[in-house]
DNA sequence: TATGAATGAGGTTTCATTCAT
DNA sequence: CATGAATGAAACCTCATTCAT
């Protein structure tokens, strides 16, 4: 890993830690290992790192949407099998590049440290953890109802009901102190069972 | 309001703006208008200034919790009156005199915030946000079951999407920007319309 | 104790041992007792109790000198009696009521502290340090060559001799660590088989 | 000089007048031409300076110790000239390199006040003001007894009076005030006199 | 690329002191 | 006598940053 990309690794994890503020240029460069003078090789200034974690941030989300919206457009014609498919995303998506990607996680984590006194980044926490997983969400069981799972009429109230699942889970156990692959493991099977239990 | 109240009134605003590192004594001073050596007189250092508001919201919770347990020990042979009774207690329990009030939903803020680099705050907000809340709509549901609103087989499927509803909406409408009146009127309405479209 | 007698007792011992400035009136007040402002009351402020200390000390040692002084004009007709009357001078004034006195051994810790850089302090510890014990050891072997212990030619040679042990063993034993029973006695016999032994 | 010798050199001079506490890092700073965080760029803390300075005196210490250790094995088979030796031994150590030597003079000064409530420093003075030269002088009179100067039984009552009186000489006349060369020399001078005086 | 050396601004805290009560 | 409340100054130290090498 290029010492850029190190310190930008460094910075995620205690900024995702302690917010932006309470982490000094200090504590970052002492965990790389290079002197602060360094640092200045590599970033204008402190903001440059926070912000180049969040344009990084910004690229995989807009990524994560585009291969999304290009599955949405593929024909829905694929019987039983895309069944299975529509929840994948969710599985795919939500959680395997999302939720439980190291990145977005911390960046995440970030995010609602900041967003109390940062409106930049209170836009980009609500549409990254309502908007768009209610969207997404929204994508997913239409599909589900154009397979007959359920009713066109039912559509909204479980993609709320989905998403209220989701987020509570999500806040509770994956945004909460280290995300071990257990935690994750117990999210997908928690969140398996209500779909499975509630949502039919 | 006391010097003392009022520094810790400031702080605590602060403190859930921008985290409790990244305000300085400086800060807290200048609003307040004191000199920063008059503060040191009220506390014994920033960590006391803290100290003190954490313990001051445990006091709060335990009042709240205390208060709510003398409730459920009263005998439900109510009929239809003590049904709105049992919802009024999550009205009044659980928004407005938690969610919507102002000390603790700042306090909740705070907890956010610092829960990921402090274990201390990790466990009362666990608690407070998720644990607590959660046993206290299981009290509510279980006495609506007794007055037959629903069956008892249904009272743990129903806690859990109750609860799912109301963390999400919290933390998408209460735990943003400035709590104003018309978000919590908002919030309450919206609960209010979920409870009795998707609850019964 | 009147409180103004244990203020000074209180900062004597401190400034002994960690030196006037170093002290603050916090530690002081604390280990009294009493607030910082009740002190103000007794004392104009700090530096205030250290001159109180020092006239207090001045006026213990001129107490000595003068008591002294009305014992040297005793006309020494006594014979053998007063030959152990004259280093019983030295044992009853300069260590019982003076190095092993604990105000006036705290007092000597305080001014080798402070003779650094206060001139005023300088001056009075050569003066109750080396001056002063040298002029009365001169009387006390000039009293004894009286008595034909040894003639007047050696007295000046003796004296030198005395002064230097007693001032090597006093800086090695009751200027260091703290003034115990045990130590007193020990440089009592010491200073005492140094006399028999090597004065002769 | 470098930035990090010229503070520890103006730390010293300081320190050895008023004590370490007393001295402020913006009194150094000031006297050595650099801000106060310039400081921290070549020391940890205040402490850091203070120790840099301890380790620097045990290094010069033991070196001379370990010189003299060497010097002492050389075979003693040098008749008269020797004697003159190894009294030498005494005025290049103890004195030029030692109680004279301005960076060494001044440890001593700070030692003495801070011995009174540092442990380290008391053992450190113990060691380095009665110990240490009490060992040399035990050498040097050893040796000069060899050839004959006196009796192997005269050795020990002449190392404790010689001891006493430099020590003495030395309280009196090295550590009070400045150190000037007048002052060294009349030291030099009174205590040759002694020892041709009163030791033969 | 990386570092050594420096800095102005600002951080938390302690200082001696005052003054009304 | 004693305290509560306040303060300006100064203590130690950390901050982000710069710049020559």
Redesign the interface.
Known sequence: MSTKDKIMDVALHMF???????VSIRDICGEVGIKESTLYYHFKNKKDILDSLITRFKDHISGLLSHLGEMANIPSGKSKKSNAGTSDIVDNYMMDSYLFDPFCNLMI?LM??E???NEEM?ALY?KTM?TDPYDIYLKVFQALALQGTFTEAQVE?YV??Y???M???T??YLL??ELTEARKKAYKKEVHA?MK??MI
């Open positions: 995702s830690e302690r917010g932006y503020e309470a984590r609602i440290i967003q109390f006194h209170r609500e309502f109230a709320r009901r998403h209220a699942y987020t509570t889970l806040f509770r909460n102190g209500l239990g509630e």
